[in-house]
C-alpha cells in the first residue's frame, strides 16, 4: 500500500512537528487516471485542474548551505543535503497546508479574473501594484491582513466585500493526496495514452501493485531519495461543482499565499531552525512550477502574449535537444511558432516523461534547459539596458549624430565605412523603418507591457526612455540612408565593383535576412568595426585598447548597438512571462496539453469532426434521395474543410498583447463524380472537383485501384504588412479518373445489366448502405471525436490480480471508472451502490424482470441486482434500468436490504 499524506489530519498537526511525526497514512488517494483522445485534450484545457504536479528545484537552497557550512564549520556536501531536504520538505509542507485552509474556508479564494471580481480593495491594490511595482507592498499588506483573520469568517467578510462565494462548497467532501514521485510510469497514463484498452489497463495495474518503485508520501524523509530535482503529485477530490466555480481561482490563490506566505510569516523557522531564515532570501518563485497532470489546466486559457509564453516552456522539456525559440535573436512570436507547429500529437509522451530511469532525470533536462534559457534571456536585457544607458549617459542623441555625420564624411570612399554603412542602414530599416514595419510596432510596444514595465530595470530611465531615444536616433538616420542610396552610393562603378561582406551583419540580421554561415566562414570573413581617430569612440576603460573594454569603435557602431539593444528588448519581452517570474506567485504551465493554446487561439476546434459528421451525412441523404432511385451514374460528393487562422491581429490591451486570430472560413468541397459502373457492366468512375485536389473515393467497400488524378491550385496571398500574411481566395480543379475493383459497383452494374426501366432499386439500396457506412465509420474516429475515459488503477490491479491478466470483457468498465463484473450493467450497478453508501462491492448477480421494455439485444432494460457487499452481511437488492448499448441512460429504482442486516443498514 502507498504512504500518501492525507491533508484534513493536518489540523492536528503543529508546524513545529519533527519532519518524521508528519503523518503518512496507509490510504489510497491516488486519483482515478482520466484518459483522453486529441479532441477531448482540447475541450478540457478550458476545465480547471483537479490533479498538478509541483517541481521543486533545491539547487539555490544547497548553494547557500553550502557558503554557510564553509562560515560555521561544517560538512558543506552534508549540510547541501540536509538544506536540499528540508527545503523539498518545506514547499510541500507550505503548499498543502495553505490548500487546507481554503478548502476549510479559513482562507478565501481570490478571484483570477479581476473584471469579475466585487472586492474593491484587492482590485485597487492590484491596480496600483501594476502601474508602478514599488506600491506592491500594500499587496502584501493585503495579504497580511486576510492571513491574520484566518479562520474568523466574520472578520473576513468585513475585510473586504467577500461573500459566501470566496469560500469552497462543500468543504466536508474535499480531501488532499500528496505523492513523491520517484519514475513516471503508467500512474501518470493520462500522460502517454490516447486510449484505454488491454495492454495499457495491464500496465497501470502492474505499476499500481508496484507502486513502491514509483510513489512514496510526500513527506518520506528517506535520506535516498532525491531532493534536488522533486516532482511531487497533488490530487484534489472535491465537489464537481466546487472544482468547476472555483477551480482557477483556487490554484491562482495558492500561488499568491504560498509566495507571500514564505517570506512574510515564521512557518519555516518553525518548520526549519537551521534554514528557516535562508530559505526565506531564496527566489521561491524561481526554484519552482506548478504544471496541471493531465489535459486540464491550472490557469484559465487565453490567447494572449502571456499566456502563449508560459506554455511556451514545454519546448524546453523535450529530450532532443535542439535549442527552442527561446535562444533565436529575433523570435517569430508565440503566435507564428504556434500556427508553424499546428495540429500536433498528444497524449504520446511526447515530452519523455518514461524515457528517463527517474523523475529526477526528467526534470533535471527540463531544469537544465530552462535555466539556461531564463540565464540568455536575462542577459540579453541587462546588457541592452546598460548599452542604452551608457550611449545615453556618455553621448546622447546631438554628440552622436554629430559624430555619425563627422565621420562619415572623413572616410565615405573607405571599403570598410562602405561596409559598415551597409550594415546600419539595412538593420536601422528592419528596427525601425515605418515603411516595412518589420519590428518596429514590435519594439514600440515593449514600452507598455507589464512583463516589461515591472522588470527591475534602470531607475534613471523607464523604457519608455529608451525607446523614444531610439525613435529620435531613426528619424535622423533613416533620412541619411535614403539620401546614400539616392547618390547610389553602394553601386557606383570603381576599379572593382563594391560587394558587401555579409559576415559582417549583427547576428540578429543574419537571422531575418536567412544569411547562414558556418563557424569557420564567420570567422574567415569576420568584420572588426574600424576605429576613427587614436581610440575606439566609446570604451569602459579608454586606457586600454583591450576589445574586452570596447563598448563601440566609432559611431556607426555605436548606432548599430543601439539597435541590438531595442530588438534584444524586443526578444526579452516576447518570453518574459515564461521565464522570468515577476508577479509574486510561481509560473503553471499547461506543458503536457499544446492543445489548450491551440483550441483558446482558435486553430483546433474538438468539435469540428462532429459537425463536419452530421453535415456529410446530410448531404449523402440527400443524394441518396436525388440520384439513388434512377438509373442516372451522376451523383454529388460532398465534403468540407475546417475553418483555417490564417495570422493574428495584435492589439494591446492593459498591457497586454492580445491576439486575434484571422480566420478562413469552413468550405465545402463539391464534386461531381459519374460512376459508370451500373452501366457499362465496369467498375470505372471520374470524379471532377473545382475546389482544388482531393482524395478519389466511391466511398464503397473496394479493393485494388488504379486511379489518376490531376490538380493545379493557386493562392491569393494577402499581406497589409510583412508580419502580416493571410492566404485569401483559393482557386483550383481536380480531374480524377480510375478502374476500382468495387464490389459494390460490381454487384451493381450485374443488376442494373438486366434491367431495362428507369428506377434502380438495388442502386438506391447500394446509396443508403454507403450514406450509413460512411456515418458509422466517421463515429469511430479516435482521434478527432472526443472521447474519455476514467480508470481507477485500483479496480485495475484488483482484476489483474484475480485473472493474472485483464479481461477483454473488463475492459469497458474499467474505462468507465468501474469495477470489473459480469457485464457493464452490473458494473454501473456496483459504481451507484458503492458512491451511495461509501463502501465496496464484492459481488452482484444481476436478474431480468420480465414484462418490461425490452433492450436492443433482447434483454430487458429493468433489472434486478443482488449484491454483497462491505456494508452489511447478506444481500442487498437494487432495482435499476439499464442499457448496456447506453450505460449513461442508467437509472435507479431503488434499494432495500433483502437480509435483516442489510436491511438496518441501508434503512429499508
Known amino acids: 500500500m502507498k504512504k500518501m499524506f492525507v491533508i484534513l489530519p493536518l489540523l492536528a498537526l503543529t508546524a513545529s512537528s519533527a519532519w518524521g511525526q508528519v503523518p503518512a497514512h496507509q490510504t489510497s488517494l491516488l486519483k482515478p487516471l482520466t484518459i483522453t483522445n486529441r479532441a477531448q485534450c482540447a475541450v478540457d484545457s478550458e476545465k480547471p485542474a483537479d490533479s498538478i504536479f509541483v517541481m521543486i528545484d533545491g539547487y539555490n537552497a544547497g548553494k547557500a548551505a553550502n557558503s554557510i557550512a564553509k562560515i560555521v564549520g561544517q560538512n558543506p556536501e552534508e549540510f547541501s543535503k540536509r538544506a536540499m531536504r528540508e527545503f523539498r520538505l518545506s514547499v510541500a509542507f507550505m503548499t498543502l497546508n495553505i490548500m487546507n485552509k481554503m478548502v476549510r474556508g479559513q482562507l478565501p479564494v481570490l478571484p483570477s479574473n479581476l473584471k469579475t471580481a466585487d472586492l474593491p480593495r484587492y482590485i485597487q491594490t492590484n491596480e496600483n501594484c501594476e502601474k508602478n511595482p514599488q506600491t506592491c507592498k500594500n499587496l502584501d499588506a493585503y495579504i497580511s ?114 509566495s507571500w506566505a514564505w517570506r512574510h510569516t515564521n512557518e519555516l523557522d518553525q518548520m526549519s531552525p537551521t534554514f528557516g531564515r535562508i530559505f526565506k532570501s531564496i527566489a521561491l518563485e524561481e526554484s519552482l512550477i506548478f504544471a496541471p497532470n493531465g489535459c486540464r489546466s491550472m490557469t484559465k486559457p487565453s490567447c494572449d502574449s502571456q499566456y502563449l509564453s508560459v506554455n511556451s516552456i514545454r519546448e524546453l522539456a523535450k529530450l532532443d535537444g535542439a535549442k527552442s525559440e527561446h535562444f533565436k535573436t529575433v523570435p517569430v512570436g508565440n503566435e507564428a511558432e504556434l500556427l508553424n507547429k499546428g495540429v500536433r500529437g498528444v497524449n504520446n509522451d511526447f515530452l519523455g516523461t518514461q524515457s528517463h530511469n527517474s523523475a529526477e532525470e526528467w526534470l533535471g533536462n527540463f531544469r537544465k534547459n530552462l535555466i539556461q534559457a531564463r540565464g540568455y534571456i536575462k542577459n540579453r536585457y541587462q546588457s541592452a539596458v546598460t548599452n542604452l544607458n551608457v550611449l545615453q549617459d556618455q553621448m546622447g542623441m546631438a554628440e552622436l549624430t554629430q559624430a555619425l555625420s563627422t565621420q562619415v564624411a572623413a572616410n565615405k570612399n573607405a571599403a570598410q565605412m562602405k561596409n559598415e554603412l551597409y550594415y546600419m542602414c539595412t538593420e536601422i530599416r528592419l528596427a525601425g523603418d515605418d515603411r516595412l514595419d518589420f519590428l518596429k510596432s514590435d519594439i514600440e510596444r515593449v514600452a507598455v507591457l507589464k512583463n516589461m514595465t515591472q522588470m527591475q530595470y534602470s531607475e534613471r530611465r523607464s523604457l519608455q526612455q529608451h525607446i523614444d531615444f531610439f525613435k529620435s536616433l531613426t528619424e535622423q538616420v533613416i533620412p541619411f540612408c535614403d539620401d546614400l542610396e539616392k547618390q547610389n552610393y553602394w553601386g557606383a562603378q570603381s576599379d572593382t565593383e563594391y560587394t558587401v561582406n555579409k559576415a559582417g551583419f549583427a547576428p540578429w540580421a543574419k537571422e531575418m535576412l536567412s544569411i547562414k554561415d558556418t563557424a569557420e566562414e564567420a570567422e574567415a570573413n569576420k568584420i572588426v568595426p574600424a576605429v576613427y581617430g587614436d581610440a575606439p569612440l566609446l570604451a569602459w576603460n579608454a586606457t586600454t585598447a583591450s576589445p574586452a573594454q570596447v563598448i563601440c569603435y566609432n559611431s556607426v557602431d555605436c548606432v548599430r548597438l543601439m539597435i541590438k539593444s531595442l530588438v534584444d528588448l524586443y526578444a526579452v519581452s516576447t518570453f518574459a512571462d515564461g521565464l522570468i517570474p515577476l508577479s509574486g506567485k510561481a509560473t503553471d504551465a499547461s506543458i503536457f496539453n499544446p492543445y489548450a493554446e491551440l483550441k483558446t487561439c482558435k486553430i483546433y476546434d474538438p468539435w469540428f469532426q ?69 452501366l457499362v457492366g465496369a467498375p470505372c468512375a471520374v470524379s471532377l472537383n473545382n475546389d482544388g485536389l482531393k482524395n478519389f473515393d466511391f466511398y ?63 442502386k438506391f439500396v447500394v446509396y443508403v448502405f454507403r450514406t450509413f457506412t460512411k456515418l458509422f465509420s466517421a463515429q469511430k474516429d479516435k482521434v478527432n471525436i472526443p472521447q474519455t475515459w476514467e480508470v481507477n488503477p485500483q479496480y485495475a490491479a484488483e482484476v489483474y490480480k484475480k485473472y493474472g491478466q485483464i479481461p477483454t470483457y473488463c475492459v469497458e468498465q474499467l474505462g468507465r471508472g468501474m469495477r470489473c463484473f459480469a457485464d457493464v450493467c452490473a458494473g454501473k450497478a456496483a459504481q451507484v451502490f458503492e458512491k451511495k453508501f461509501n463502501t465496496k462491492v464484492n459481488d452482484v448477480y444481476l436478474r431480468g424482470n420480465e414484462g418490461y421494455g425490452e433492450g436492443g439485444d433482447g434483454s430487458s432494460l429493468q433489472k434486478e441486482g443482488w449484491i454483497k457487499s462491505d456494508l452489511c452481511k447478506g444481500d442487498s437488492i437494487m432495482r435499476f434500468t439499464c442499457d448496456p448499448k447506453d450505460i449513461d441512460s442508467f437509472k435507479l429504482v431503488s434499494i432495500r436490504g433483502f437480509h435483516q442486516p442489510c436491511r438496518n443498514a441501508i434503512g429499508r
Request: aromatic fraction near 12%; charged fraction near 20%.
Open 145 to 258: 491582513g486576510i492571513w491574520a483573520r484566518q479562520g474568523k469568517k466574520a472578520e473576513l467578510l468585513a475585510y473586504d466585500r467577500f461573500t459566501k462565494a470566496n469560500f469552497p462548497l462543500h468543504a466536508s467532501k474535499d480531501r488532499l493526496g500528496c505523492y513523491y514521485i520517484k519514475q513516471f510510469s503508467a500512474l501518470q497514463g493520462q500522460l502517454s495514452s490516447a486510449e484505454v484498452n488491454q495492454s495499457n489497463l495491464q500496465d497501470i495495474a502492474v505499476a499500481y501493485m508496484n507502486e513502491k518503485d514509483y510513489l512514496t508520501g510526500c513527506f518520506d524523509a528517506d535520506e535516498s531519495l532525491s531532493n534536488r530535482f522533486v516532482t511531487l503529485q497533488l490530487d484534489w477530490e472535491t465537489n464537481p461543482a466546487s472544482l468547476e466555480k472555483q477551480g482557477f481561482d483556487f490554484w491562482n490563490s495558492l500561488k499568491i499565499y504560498l
Open 610 to 678: 462532429s459537425q463536419r459528421m452530421n453535415k456529410v451525412f446530410a448531404a449523402d441523404l440527400v443524394n441518396t434521395a436525388l440520384f439513388g432511385w434512377n438509373i442516372l451514374p451522376i451523383y454529388v460528393d460532398v465534403n468540407y474543410k475546417a475553418p483555417k487562422v490564417a495570422s493574428f491581429n495584435q492589439m494591446v490591451k492593459e498591457g497586454v498583447i492580445k491576439f486575434d486570430p484571422r480566420i478562413e472560413k469552413s468550405e465545402a468541397e463539391r464534386s461531381i463524380v459519374a460512376d459508370f459502373g451500373p
Open 700 to 762: 464503397t467497400f473496394s479493393g485494388i485501384s488504379m486511379n489518376y488524378c490531376s490538380a493545379k491550385e493557386a493562392n491569393e496571398v494577402i499581406a497589409n504588412k510583412p508580419s502580416d500574411v493571410a492566404t485569401g481566395a483559393k482557386n483550383g480543379r481536380s480531374f480524377c479518373a480510375g478502374c476500382t475493383l468495387n464490389f459494390n459497383a460490381a454487384a451493381h452494374a450485374a443488376t442494373v445489366a438486366g434491367t431495362m426501366g428507369l428506377v434502380n432499386p438495388v
